[in-house]
């Protein structure tokens, strides 16, 4: 009898542990660079800016994560040497592994910050394309740095309390802007984007000792034969940073979990530029590839202004 009864003990918590299901992956691939706190490698933002970007974060994505049902949770670990990010899920909890030895690292400003912070709030609401195997609940790499353009930055910096993030200016994309929006604020929002990819860029360099500079008018030539899940390479995410950017769909149009073209730009939708790049994704039919370069292309004529779209409250419930 005592038996049985531990048994059945053993069973019933068994059941009631959340299920943890853990993205093997990080943000960058596996990597020993470790930068601890006071060290001389610690150049990169302090703890307060650290906190300030996880706030704006938490008080934008916490209520569209609860309208779905789960719970956004943003591990605050400032003290792990680590220099990556991670995402899993543990039953309804939307877990962000957030690392300080990321943040430590020169490379790195808050806009950056922000960006790597989105990448993996994206791997939980991202959209199509998604891993596949175990991992079935995550959005791929590739489409998890695309929605932290297209859609999460665009309301990261739009934000009040994103005014004073540290930054690089222009890195280079203005001209891809002015000719994708119409409007001043939409085509700063658009050049604050890229500039943030471009600083995560350089963390990439250094981590992969890279002596090619990235740039947003020298795409990645490769076309896959198939959608790749991990990890493109550095010019493939710039590139990937850069579309995100200068797509005009809204970030009130709502991604889907299972249609990749929801929400996003598409040559089905008319779009010329904002396209996935061609080095990870491979769309479900032929389409052309984006002109050299993906800019100085006009923006879709139907979208509507991304500042003016950002005022209205209803689309927090978009994504």
């Not at 860029?201 to 198939?226: G, H």
Request: with cysteine; glycine share 10%; proline share 6%.
């Amino acid at each position: 009898m005592i038996r049985s009864i531990l048994v059945s003990a053993v069973v019933v918590a068994l059941a009631i542990v959340p299920r943890v299901i853990v993205l093997e992956e990080g943000f960058l691939p596996e990597n020993d660079m470790k930068i601890p706190v006071g060290s001389l490698e610690d150049k990169g933002i302090t703890q307060a800016q650290f906190n300030a970007v996880i706030d704006t974060a938490e008080k934008i994505y916490g209520p569209v994560i609860a309208a779905q049902g789960g719970k956004l949770v943003i591990k605050r670990l400032w003290e792990n040497n680590t220099v990556n990010a991670s995402a899993q899920r543990q039953g309804s909890n939307y877990v962000v592994n957030m690392y300080g030895g990321l943040a430590r690292h020169a490379t790195i400003t808050q806009d950056g910050f922000a960006l790597v912070v989105c990448h993996e709030i994206g791997h939980h609401i991202g959209g199509a394309p998604k891993y596949g195997g175990g991992n079935d609940w995550a959005s791929n790499e590739g489409q998890s740095d695309y929605f932290a353009n297209l859609k999460c930055l665009r309301r990261m910096f739009t934000a009040s309390a994103a005014s004073g993030f540290s930054r690089l200016e222009d890195a280079g994309a203005r001209p891809a802007c002015e000719a994708a929006f119409p409007g001043e604020a939409d085509r700063d929002l658009c050049v604050r984007n890229a500039a943030a990819g471009m600083s995560v860029m350089n963390l990439f360099r250094a981590l992969r000792n890279e002596t090619v500079i990235p740039r947003f008018d020298t795409p990645d030539p490769a076309v896959v034969a198939r959608t790749a899940d991990g990890h493109p390479g550095t010019q493939c995410r710039l590139d990937t940073y850069y579309s995100g950017s200068i797509c005009s769909r809204g970030v009130d149009e709502a991604l889907s979990q299972t249609d990749a073209a929801a929400g996003t730009c598409t040559s089905a939708s008319g779009h010329t530029i904002g396209l996935r790049p061609r080095c990870w994704y491979k769309p479900p039919v032929a389409a052309p590839l984006e002109p050299e370069g993906m800019a100085l292309q006009p923006a879709h004529p139907k979208t509507p202004a991304l500042a003016a779209s950002l005022q209205n409250p209803e689309l927090w419930q978009g994504l």
